[in-house]
């Protein structure tokens, strides 16, 4: 880069030397006005047999000025050439002045001294724009780079300080919170425009700092966070949802709002739809942040167990063990409250709550499970799920990922085919065994340990079957779940398969009494009333 055209007029220094001559004085360790003397002398003796040369540019820029020195001598230098002086020859001269003259073209940049009459220039953003937010504003602890393109020693890292400048060098604090990069960028060079011209200025930011974000909603942890990046890169709405431990199950990621106070103190709302980042990896969704937003995650008007399931598998949601309360009622063995423990990676699901409670009675209807969920702004959704159809063709879609606070509800059956009970009472949310108690007159009364799907004669048989006493006739007491009792009459048929009237398949904690004969009761009945005669006719010998 060649100096600009020095003025006409003579520059006046304090050592009332020429500048140029200054400059390579010093550059060959001479005393100035004694070289400004010999420069000249050696100048006139050579230059009527110096051959032409082809002299590069930057040297004729220097020799230009040295010419003028020349021209434009003080009498104060002309008085100095009559001082002793050390002996430099021509070339010793042209040798330090085409040395001066090649440092000078390198380091053009050095001193701002030398760059004095150039004009301020603003650059881009070094920062791609996939690294921050162009419109991201400064604030103190902010961590930025200023580079000077022509001047490396005002270059360097800065931090935005408490009161929102940063401390430049010769210029001191320079006022940048609020003022987005390229603000920034003006910002310090118009601040450097009455020392320096020509500037290229370039901000970068390297450290963002610290930002407060709300977080509200179906989260986890709702509350406020303070959120820090380890490079340039501002957070976004997807890290600011895991900070606060996860989306919930209810969380509706295709509505989620960024509240946004802007300048003037005007609120300002953003929507963004997280699920198209999660289906088709959108990342214009996921919203970078600024100091002072808010997020609010609202509850989805309708569950769905299949975009439940891809919730958990994502990354929003949280992966952390956990214990979730939930209720179960209607048809299952142990109606209740239970608390269901989950490891990492891992959640609780509608047939893991079913089998907690005892799991499905015989009668329970699989194809319409009502799940209550409670969303943080007190709203209930409702959801009606088919466990039949995990059972007859393994659709887990059913399998509903639960969450703290829900409810189960099981109906029962308004009617079933045998098969249908019999497959019912096979399946993974049936209990494994149902214990059944059988008194009066069987072989081998008691409490029996039974598979799920055992029929009345079933039990019956494993008690050993009924004994020359019994009736034809039982009676089955059941425990329906609502806590109340029944009973009924059943005809024992050994032949006859599964029937809801006449062979039932059992419940748990069923019991079945088996009464005595007719003949049996009368029998007892005479036994009873003739034995106190039987315990004296010993005493009279009478047989």
């Not at 430049?168 to 310090?188: N, S, Y």
């Not at 008194?439 to 048989?461: D, F, I, K, M, V």
């Not at 007491?477 to 039932?504: A, H, K």
């Amino acid at each position: 880069m060649a100096f600009p055209p020095l003025p006409p007029t003579p520059i006046s220094l304090p050592e009332r030397s020429n500048f140029w001559n200054r400059i390579v004085a010093r550059s060959a360790g001479l005393d100035e006005t004694s070289f400004a003397n010999t420069n000249r002398a050696a100048t006139s003796s050579t230059a009527p047999s110096s051959p032409p040369t082809e002299t590069p540019a930057s040297a004729i820029v220097t020799n230009d000025a040295t010419a003028r020195a020349n021209v434009n001598t003080t009498p104060a230098l002309d008085s100095a050439a009559s001082h002793p002086v050390t002996s430099i020859t021509p070339s010793d001269t042209q040798t330090s002045l085409d040395r001066r003259t090649a440092e000078a073209n390198q380091t053009t940049t050095a001193t701002p001294a030398a760059v004095s009459a150039q004009a301020p220039q603003t650059a881009v953003n070094s920062l791609p724009a996939t690294a921050i937010d162009p419109s991201y504003r400064l604030g103190p602890g902010d961590s930025i780079q200023v580079n000077f393109f022509n001047v490396p020693e005002y270059s360097g890292p800065q931090q935005v300080l408490a009161d929102g400048t940063i401390n430049m060098p010769a210029v001191g604090g320079v006022p940048v919170t609020g003022l987005t990069l390229a603000e920034a960028e003006q910002a310090i060079a118009a601040r450097y425009s009455r020392e320096l011209r020509n500037i290229r200025v370039t901000v970068s930011l390297t450290q963002a700092r610290p930002l407060q974000i709300g977080v509200a909603g179906e989260v986890r942890q709702p509350g406020f966070y303070v959120m820090t990046s380890g490079d340039a890169q501002a957070p976004s709405v997807a890290q600011a949802i895991q900070a606060a431990g996860g989306a919930t199950q209810l969380a509706d990621l295709r509505q989620i709002q960024v509240r946004r106070t802007v300048q003037g103190g005007t609120s300002q709302t953003v929507t963004v739809d997280l699920w198209a980042l999660l289906q088709e990896g959108d990342q214009s969704q996921n919203l970078a942040l600024r100091d002072g937003d808010t997020i609010v995650i609202p509850p989805t008007t309708s569950m769905s167990a299949a975009e439940t399931e891809q919730l958990a598998a994502s990354n929003l949601a949280s992966n952390a063990p956990q214990s979730i309360g939930v209720s179960v009622v209607g048809e299952v063995g142990r109606p209740g409250a239970y608390r269901l423990d989950t490891a990492a990676g891992n959640r609780a699901t509608l047939t893991q709550a079913i089998q907690a409670a005892g799991g499905i009675t015989p009668e329970a209807n699989l194809q319409s499970i009502e799940v209550q969920r409670t969303a943080r702004n007190g709203t209930v959704q409702t959801t009606t799920l088919d466990l039949w159809q995990l059972v007859m063709s393994g659709d887990l879609s059913q399998d509903l990922i639960l969450q703290t606070g829900d409810r189960i509800t099981l109906a029962k059956a308004e009617a079933m085919t045998p098969e249908e009970m019999a497959r019912l009472t096979s399946s993974s949310v049936a209990p494994s065994n149902i214990r059944v108690n059988i008194a009066g007159e069987a072989t081998s009364p008691g409490s029996l340990q039974l598979p799920a799907n055992t029929t009345l004669n079933q039990a019956l048989l494993a008690a050993g079957g009924l004994n020359r006493r019994a009736r034809d006739t039982v009676r089955l007491i059941r425990i329906n779940p609502n806590g109340t009792l029944t009973q009924r009459s059943i005809e024992v048929d050994w032949e006859r398969g599964i029937d809801p009237e006449n062979n039932p398949i059992l419940f748990n904690n069923d019991v079945i009494l088996v009464g005595r004969s007719s003949l049996a009761s009368f029998s007892d009945g005479a036994s009873n009333l003739l034995e106190p005669f039987f315990r004296i006719l010993p005493v009279f010998n009478l047989f």
